[in-house]
């Protein structure tokens, strides 16, 4: 369908998938700026799918930014104009990157994990003008790069500020290999024999009731992979 917008008649085209359904955005115009020196900034229309509509203006370098850090997060991210050291003063120059960056962000909003990044909902301000359309996605609380092995359980008490986990060693071969020489035969001594471990409890207290920072209380190696239960008693 098609809206006018500053007297300009703007078509949208709505995809079929329904990823597509809550989101269009198209590139209108352009226009220079005087910003240190002259700058051309990029209008963006962004219509949602029960009618609203806003205009943000953005300059090459900000989308450059915003695809930067979508390539750090996502796999397959379209690609972007080529950065100039000229400055592209020929309106035809201009034409052609207005139409590709226009395809760039109609690309990111047709698939939904891009849009529900954060990126390119402060990029669009969907935060700002449907908050509504905002998922939030799960943050990174804290970082724990002290494990030897991988991590196959955990359970955590926040009321005792107690982390208890389960690792073990996540390489098939390397677990094989151990498991190959703790096996001891019926006739062998095993009085001194010193077991490779495999999988490990390990306790955790918390340091700071308001931060997510953790001490190592112990540690309990096991030949085997280990698991985590919980008791009611």
């Known amino acids: 369908y098609q809206r006018r917008v500053h007297g300009e008649l703007i078509r949208f085209e709505w995809m079929e998938s329904p990823s597509t359904s809550l989101l269009q955005v198209a590139i209108p115009s352009f226009q220079f700026k005087l910003v240190e020196k ?5 209008e963006i229309v962004v219509n949602t799918f029960d009618g609203r509509t806003w205009q943000i203006e953005k300059r090459f370098r900000d989308f450059d ?3 930067r850090a979508l390539k750090r997060l996502f796999a397959n991210v379209p690609d ?3 950065k100039t050291f000229f400055a592209m003063l020929h309106k035809d120059h201009i034409e052609n990157r207005r139409a590709h960056l226009q395809s760039y962000l109609q690309t990111l909003v047709a698939r939904r994990d891009i849009l529900n990044s954060e990126f390119l909902c402060d990029f669009l301000e969907i935060d700002k003008k449907a908050p509504e359309l905002v998922v939030k996605p799960p943050k990174v ?3 724990m790069n002290s494990f030897v092995f991988g991590v196959r359980d955990f359970i955590y008490e926040p009321d005792k500020g107690l982390l208890i986990t389960a690792v073990s060693d996540m390489n098939p071969a390397s677990r094989l290999d151990s498991y190959l020489t703790n096996f001891r035969l019926p006739w062998e001594d095993d009085t001194n024999m010193t077991l490779i471990t495999v999988g490990a409890v390990e306790c955790y207290i918390q340091a700071d009731a308001q931060e997510f ?3 190592k209380l112990w540690s309990k190696g096991f030949p085997s992979q280990v698991h985590l239960t919980i008791s009611s008693k």
């Open 38 to 42: 002259s700058v051309c900034f990029y």
């Open 65 to 67: 930014m915003l695809h």
């Open 80 to 82: 972007l104009p080529s």
């Open 141 to 143: 609380l804290f970082d």
């Open 213 to 215: 920072k953790f001490d």
